[in-house]
């Protein structure tokens, strides 16, 4: 198709690279410098898209941000991207759209039987419709919602490009590059400001494109030029285009999406798709401009309607005609600036205007180029339905209420503008209160929350000189306040055309007996009938008729159709729009991806992953890692065609019968040091600590202040003021905090200082009968005897050269020892002990089999000490002092935890003992009970006892020691099984304790 | 975002901090004979006030202290940090 309505000298496209991409399937022609939008209207299609609940055809509306029609579905290299604006999309060779929300075309759209069934869709016909009855709502009901809600069609895949986040602090942000955008840049970079400014469209300078204005004796669009290339040449200003600052936070942080490569045809490699900016800024001015609003009349969503403002800048930009026999409909000057612009390239466009009599600059050079103007008229309403063919005119009375004769003229095009909106969303979203200006029938920022503050037509000042002149002053005053430098810059002379007032009408009355839809949200098909029936229900309240109705709730949230929604609904209350209020305007202001939020912290890098100095080892031997918080740790190293089960089995089972070593690197270790430790840990531990030896070890319990196991571990004495505390993998941050707390806070008086060592030191936990060998071959300078180094011993020796330390304690319930050297030597010591070992039937062993050891021993962990037990409920009450206070002794007292019949840690096994119990399963007695089956405990580990060879779990169940020996049942809903089981000890293998101490 | 004085290293972004509640709740004092109405109001009970609070941040990606924060709980407006052991004015 050739691009009819492309004129040939104007325009800000590169005529000399033409780009071809595919829209449905089809192929089209446009330049490189073309939105989606410029091009298709280029090449005559108006046709886009259906709408949302009527599937009425749509074209496009108007040319940026506040687009609510021309919503797309993007292919690039082979992914999909819905929700694209083709007013925002610039083109790129090969790039293929698609029309969303119609089955099976745009052109033939079964969806649009809605159209005739609209009065089965008034407001609310949600809660209407589908109220009854309620068995509907699963099967029939939601389905038919889902499947019919939503515009786009989002990717199942995972998103391979890039997102990056950015930190940026500056003296001051500038959102948007407009005249006052620009003037205000300038001042402030010349007086010395670090400055980011910040431009959502590929170009720079706003308005400054499309006026037929003068700044310092040059164009707007050479003055652009001018200011813009000098901020870029200036090392304290950041200058970014296709950059939308979409949120304004606490504390003067703003983010903005910056979109790097979505006009390019293929990503370079590293190139990202976009990037987040935080963006912490002293000062912000908000230069974000204003949106024209739309007049409101029958039909008014038909393509081919368009703002006024959208067809200038598709004709001075593009150099694309949106139509060649345009109507302008116009409520203001703005409207004459279109058609003049219509008229300069030979087109002739009928101007309606409803006011009676304005004179101004611009209505008088209208006049001199012979546009023919209808004063008092109005369009009733479009005809045409994939596109405006016609227009029905009247004239109106003066009080705005009586339509006159209704006459049909031709016209393939309407351009409306009611005026124009200040964008105050960045200043709302800082906190700051509007307040409603009657002079321009719009909200406008009041009094700043934050350090912001608005200049320009996004403040109500639609004259350029004042902008401008308001904006140097602006710039320098912020940028003089931060740097205390007095540099001004001189502000130049501007000349522009004259404007005068504009009509408060805004919406076209009904003729009689017709029933025109005359829409107000154009994305979300409210119109005005749906106001009005939502007032007749009851509802008052703005922020009511908003959700009742969906005003202003798509994905454009109401950036045309807010203001025409409030004056209607004040309208018909009698009251003036400011009592109306308006809604409230949050974060973000355009549709932000996902994957820009997301950023590169996907998958492995959404957090960090910690691994300890014997990882390659690890993985040269086939081991297989499992999360551990942050840790990376082998769960079991596999051998042969072995799987979890069998290779945990097989390295528990060498644990008990010769010797295994296993990685310890990942438990929180914390160095506590001063001459009041002692004093501290017998504060923070549940048992005694003032007497611990020099060279001895203690497991001790902490609680929190309510009594709540927090977690466990053994602390050692290394010397007089020197204590080593282990904690849980899990835990060691909270710890760490919990230590500082008290420390720092609570009793500043003790002197004692605590750090995390966790990665200083690697640690590996040799564990079985045969270890006290290894440990002699290891140390063969070192006493290792029962009594050189007895249960809980600690020593410090040399392995091989480097100093290690030697902690005799035991998880695994055999006779074990934990040596820990400095991380770098963990490799090495890892390597010794597998070394010297073989001759000892030495294995690895991953956390799996760590488990099996810990449970059939009946070693209470993380999933025992689950934040809900007291040291009671997990058989730790031997630990807890009855002598000494510690943190939540206090709340041991309370009924509760004093009631005899708390749960309690048991053990259980399997009647038939071959049927593994699952974890999370619930104790009862009556399996066969009425629902709810009143449970008496719940399953929290599970394993196979390789002492026994059968199934073991630990459960926390009621009443726990009267229990002992007692047949019950643990019942798995979730895996449809019931066990019958007995309940034991929980030290179901060497419940004296002997062989830790052999 | 929050933008947190912290008294040992200057002006940091609130991810840095993690947030420590009610910094005017006083520990009961050890080994000492007090009622369940006390305890409880010490272990549970926070006022959650709108206006001035006087909060405890731990600097945890920074200094790791523990700072006492007056922040409006409505309008997110930070007024004064404290070291720990600094006396409130």
């Known amino acids: 198709m050739s691009q009819d309505f492309r004129l040939d000298n104007v325009g800000m496209v590169n005529r000399e690279k033409k780009i071809s991409f595919k829209f449905n399937g089809k192929k089209y022609f446009g330049f490189e410098g073309d939105t989606i939008a410029s091009a298709l209207i280029a090449n005559g299609v108006h046709l886009v898209g259906r709408s949302f609940k009527y599937h009425r055809p749509r074209g496009f509306f108007g040319v940026g941000v506040d687009e609510p029609y021309a919503i797309l579905q993007l292919d690039r290299n082979n992914e999909r991207d819905p929700n694209i604006r083709a007013t925002e999309q610039e083109i790129f060779e090969g790039l293929e759209v698609k029309s969303v929300n119609c089955w099976p075309s745009v052109n033939f759209d079964i969806g649009a039987i809605n159209n005739f069934l609209k009065m089965f869709f008034p407001a609310g016909f949600y809660y209407k419709t589908f109220m009854w009855p309620p068995s509907f709502w699963y099967k029939i009901y939601e389905p038919f919602i889902r499947m019919a809600a939503g515009f786009g069609e989002a990717s199942t895949k995972h998103d391979k490009e890039r997102y990056e986040h950015k930190y940026e602090y500056c003296d001051l942000l500038i959102t948007g590059s407009g005249p006052s955008g620009l003037a205000s840049a300038y001042a402030a970079a010349k007086n010395g400001a670090r400055v980011i400014l910040a431009e959502d469209k590929p170009r720079f300078g706003g308005s400054l494109l499309t006026s037929d204005v003068n700044i310092g004796n040059q164009t707007g669009v050479e003055w652009t030029e001018k200011i813009i290339a000098e901020l870029k040449s200036m090392p304290n200003v950041t200058v970014k285009n296709r950059s939308q600052v979409f949120g304004y936070y606490d504390h003067n942080m703003l983010v903005m999406s910056e979109r790097i490569s979505d006009h390019l045809p293929k990503t370079q490699k590293y190139l990202p798709k976009q990037r987040l900016w935080y963006i912490r800024a002293n000062e912000v001015l908000i230069s974000s401009g204003s949106i024209e609003r739309p007049l409101v009349f029958g039909n008014n969503d038909t393509p081919g309607v368009m703002l006024s403002s959208a067809a200038k800048e598709y004709l001075k930009v593009y150099g694309v005609l949106v139509g060649k026999k345009p109507l302008i409909f116009t409520n203001n000057d703005s409207g004459y600036e279109t058609a003049i612009e219509f008229k300069k390239n030979g087109v002739n466009p009928i101007i309606l205007d409803t006011r009676s009599n304005p004179s101004s600059d611009i209505i008088t050079e209208a006049k001199n180029l012979n546009i023919e103007i209808k004063f008092s008229y109005v369009v009733v309403a479009a005809k045409g339905y994939k596109k405006v063919k016609s227009a029905d005119i009247s004239k109106i009375s003066e009080d705005k209420k009586e339509l006159f004769n209704i006459e049909n003229i031709e016209c393939d095009c309407i351009c409306v503008s009611g005026f124009w909106t200040p964008s105050i969303h960045l200043a709302s979203q800082s906190g700051n209160k509007s307040k409603f200006n009657e002079k321009i029938d719009a909200f406008v920022p009041d009094k700043s929350k934050q350090q912001e503050n608005t200049i320009g037509s996004a403040n109500g000042i639609f004259t350029l000189e004042k902008t401008i002149k308001d904006a140097f002053d602006k710039g320098f005053d912020v940028s003089n306040k931060i740097t205390e430098k007095n540099n001004k810059v001189s502000v130049p002379t501007v000349v522009e055309k004259k404007s005068t007032d504009h009509d408060k009408f805004w919406c076209v009355p009904l003729p009689k007996g017709k029933s025109y839809k005359r829409f107000l949200d154009f994305q979300n098909d409210v119109a005005v009938s749906d106001i009005e029936l939502a007032l007749r229900e009851g509802f008052r309240s703005i922020e009511h008729v908003k959700r009742y109705t969906t005003l202003g709730m798509a994905t454009d949230q109401g950036k045309t159709s807010n203001l025409n929604g409030l004056q209607l609904v004040s309208d018909i209350e009698n009251k003036v729009v400011p009592q109306v209020g308006h809604t409230t305007f949050r974060p973000p202001y355009t549709p932000v991806s996902i994957g820009a939020i997301v950023g590169r912290e996907v998958g492995k890098h959404s957090k960090p992953t910690r691994k300890s100095p014997m990882h390659s080892w690890h993985e040269k031997n086939n081991a297989i890692f499992v999360d551990a918080g942050v840790w990376l740790r082998p769960r079991y190293y596999k051998q042969g065609n072995e799987g979890l089960f069998e290779a945990s089995k097989r390295e528990a089972k060498n644990v008990r019968q010769n010797v295994g070593v296993c990685d310890v690197t990942t438990l929180g270790k914390i160095d506590v040091k001063g001459p009041d430790a002692a004093e501290f840990l017998n504060r923070v531990y549940t048992n005694a600590w003032l007497k611990l030896p020099v060279g001895k070890a203690r497991y001790g319990v902490m609680l929190r202040e309510d009594g709540i196991v927090m977690d466990d571990g053994t602390t050692t004495r290394i010397s007089e003021n020197h204590y080593h505390m282990t904690t849980t993998t899990a835990q060691a941050a909270n710890v760490l905090s919990h230590l500082e707390y008290y420390l720092q806070l609570v009793w500043p008086e003790l002197n004692v200082n605590v750090v995390s060592t966790t990665e200083q030191w690697a640690g590996a936990a040799i564990a079985g009968p045969n270890s006290r060998k290894l440990l002699m071959k290891l140390f063969p300078n070192l006493d290792v005897s029962n009594e050189g180094l007895p249960f809980m011993g600690y020593k410090e020796a040399d392995l091989f050269g480097i100093p290690a330390k030697i902690y ?186 002997k062989r830790v101490r052999s | 975002m929050l933008y947190i004085n912290c008294p040992h290293c200057g002006l940091r972004s609130q991810n840095e901090f993690a947030y420590g509640g009610d910094a005017t709740v006083k520990r009961p004092e050890l080994n000492k004979e007090i009622s369940d109405q006390e305890w409880d109001n010490f272990v549970y009970l926070r006022k959650s006030p709108r206006g001035k609070h006087l909060e405890l941040w731990h600097h945890i990606s920074g200094c790791r202290q523990w700072i006492k924060v007056e922040r409006d709980t409505s309008t997110h407006e930070i007024f004064k940090t404290y070291k720990a052991n600094e006396a409130i004015e």
């Open chain 1, 808 to 993: 005799r304690i035991s998880f695994s319930g055999e006779l074990a020892y934990e040596i820990n050297v400095e991380s770098d030597n963990g490799y090495f010591m890892w390597e010794k002990i597998m070394e010297v070992g073989q001759e000892f039937q030495i294995q690895p062993y991953g956390t799996e089999a760590l488990s099996t050891l810990r449970i059939e021993m009946g070693h209470v962990a993380g999933s025992e000490l689950d934040g809900r037990t007291i040291p009671y409920d997990a058989s730790l009450e031997g630990l807890v002092s009855k002598k000494k206070d510690f943190i939540g002794k206090r709340s041991l007292n309370r009924s509760a935890f004093i009631s005899t019949d708390r749960e309690k840690l048991v053990g259980v096994v399997p009647i038939d003992k071959t049927t593994s119990i699952p974890e999370g399963s619930y104790i009862v007695k009556d399996p066969k009970a009425k629902l709810p089956n009143p449970k008496l405990g719940h399953v929290s580990a599970s394993c196979w006892s390789v002492e026994y060879d059968n199934p073991f779990s630990l459960a926390i169940i009621k009443d726990g020691k009267n229990m002992i020996g007692q047949k019950l049942f643990a019942m798995s809903p979730l895996k449809n099984k019931t066990i019958p089981v007995e309940i034991v000890s929980s030290h179901y293998v060497d419940p004296e304790g």
